[in-house]
């Protein structure tokens, strides 16, 4: 956790996204494909486009919004959530702590030993993919479900971790969905994302589902912290580096927290912290502006989805969303351009077919398989779309046109989640000067589309050096703080511990 992804180092990320563009020009020149095929791209590029001045305004906008929604509940489409985190990790927590990580369709278990000195002296994890009728089904056959798991993962506790004698076992809870934090240890759900519909959980407390679930199950367990994803990430990467301002995801789905002042919180009535602090939980993925690049299909994507309407930034940035957005572009160019025969391909039809790849202990994201494609025959793009939308014996040509809308929806997601970044800079002055000085701001990254998906990875980081400026780019640090949210989560447990 903690390594060193960005330089300081300037490159300009139009630069880098317009040698990509040129690349897939190129191709496209050279592939020489039906003409109504090469018109449905063209059209989708130019709806997709993201110039500089354009990302400016969008920034602007994430602004704009994330005041309005400090001001008041309900006054922004940025929930801007309080999540009662007021103290951060300093390094010096020491003992057991456990983590639960609910994020998306896979959740964490884990456990660390803390030693001091920020240092993290032993760990442990077991991961379990949640069954798909889980994601609608019932609030105790979820948590059952994952409590089950939680008491095999303390079962299997090795003896090299220490739990203090007499010490009830404390866990950081990351729930990865908007909740209303009512304290730092309960939350109610205010809506669900990420293909999870569960109704009957809106406006419960979270906390007191899983504690129920857990004393179903015999688990003595005491939730001390209920924290997002992007909290927890927060909180792992100022365990390592104390220049940790902003954290932000960018896996199955998008969100950003940051550090506000407490006095820039309108909308918060309590006494203020002592550390005059609050970690802020934006739900960035709800964000939506006129000047976004919506094309027709993410109009109708969203209208399919389970939540139409609502998170509309992260379907057009989040690796849950990008594959499908794809499929609609070859759908459409299979239909009106015969892209591959004279028959749409069954398995096209089918939604979020080119989601993920799923193994025996990982996933692969199959646009960013695709995308990432360097063979001259493009044999990986082939062997995907036969082995999973079944369509076989694909021209090259055909297949350069399939790796040129992956450029396209890629750049666009990239540059889009970089505006974003750029908001919350913009907002906590961190793109100014400061008494003479241009603050040091580390963002700490983290979620398997930032991690494993190469090319839009550094579309983001480059198209942010870009937008801050050579000046501001040398004090502006990405890490990825890899395993953040569930090792974050344990480190709030231990802030937040009955025992402190």
């Not at 994430?62 to 400090?70: C, D, K, P, Q, Y």
């Not at 007021?86 to 964490?108: C, H, I, K, M, S």
């Not at 688990?219 to 927060?234: E, I, P």
């Not at 939980?281 to 969203?302: A, K, V």
Request: hydrophobic share 40%; with cysteine; net charge negative.
């Amino acid at each position: 956790m903690g390594k060193v992804t960005v330089g300081a180092a300037v490159i300009g990320g139009a630069a880098v996204c317009a040698a990509a563009a040129f690349i897939v020009h190129h191709r496209m020149q050279n592939a020489n494909p039906s003409h109504k095929a090469a018109d449905i791209l063209k059209e989708f590029e130019e709806k997709c486009a993201t110039p500089i001045s354009k990302l400016k305004q969008i920034a602007d906008a994430m602004t704009v919004e994330m005041h309005a929604g400090l001001a008041s509940e309900g006054g922004s489409k940025l929930k801007m959530l309080i999540t009662y985190v007021d103290n951060l990790p300093t390094g010096d927590e020491q003992g057991v702590y456990y983590a639960l990580d609910l994020g998306g369709t896979n959740f964490r278990v884990l456990r660390v030993q803390l030693s001091g000195n920020s240092t993290i002296e032993y760990k442990e994890f077991a991961e379990a993919s949640i069954p798909p009728q889980l994601m609608v089904g019932t609030p105790e056959a979820l948590f059952d479900y994952i409590a089950a798991e939680l008491a095999k993962f303390i079962a299997d506790e090795s003896e090299k971790f220490h739990l203090s004698p007499g010490r009830q076992r404390e866990l950081g809870f990351t729930f990865s969905f908007p909740v209303l934090q009512l304290s730092i240890d309960s939350g109610t759900l205010i809506r669900w994302t990420k293909g999870f519909s569960i109704d009957a959980l809106v406006g419960k407390d979270v906390v007191a589902e899983l504690t129920k679930a857990m004393d179903r199950q015999g688990v003595d367990m005491r939730v001390s912290a209920l924290v997002n994803d992007t909290v927890g990430t927060l909180a792992g990467g100022k365990y390592d580096n104390k220049d940790v301002a902003v954290a932000v995801i960018m896996g199955t789905g998008s969100n950003a927290a940051y550090v506000e002042r407490a006095q820039a919180i309108p909308k918060w009535h309590g006494p203020h912290p002592k550390s005059g602090e609050m970690v802020i939980n934006m739900e960035w993925g709800n964000f939506r502006s006129s000047h976004l690049p919506i094309t027709e299909y993410d109009n109708t994507l969203d209208a399919d989805s389970l939540n139409p309407g609502e998170q509309i930034f992260e379907k057009m940035i989040a690796g849950m969303y990008l594959g499908e957005i794809l499929r609609r572009v070859l759908l459409r160019m299979a239909d009106e351009a015969g892209l591959f025969g004279d028959t749409i391909p069954p398995k096209l039809k089918t939604k979020f077919a080119l989601r993920y790849l799923r193994f025996s202990n990982y996933r692969t994201h199959i646009m960013s398989a695709m995308h990432h494609d360097t063979s001259p025959d493009l044999k990986v793009v082939g062997e995907k779309l036969k082995d999973i939308l079944e369509i076989r014996d694909t021209p090259l040509s055909t297949r350069k046109i399939v790796v040129s809308a992956c450029n396209i929806i890629a750049t666009r997601g990239a540059r889009l989640a970089a505006a974003g970044i750029l908001g919350i800079l913009k907002k906590t002055g961190r793109e100014s000067i400061r008494d003479s000085e241009i603050p040091d701001t580390v963002i700490a990254m983290d979620g398997g589309l930032y991690e494993n998906y190469t090319i839009y990875r550094n579309c983001l980081e480059n198209t942010l050096n870009e937008l801050v400026g050579e000046k501001f780019a040398e004090h502006i640090k990405l890490i990825h703080s890899n395993d953040g949210s569930g090792i974050g989560a344990a480190l709030l447990a231990a802030c937040n511990s009955q025992y402190i």
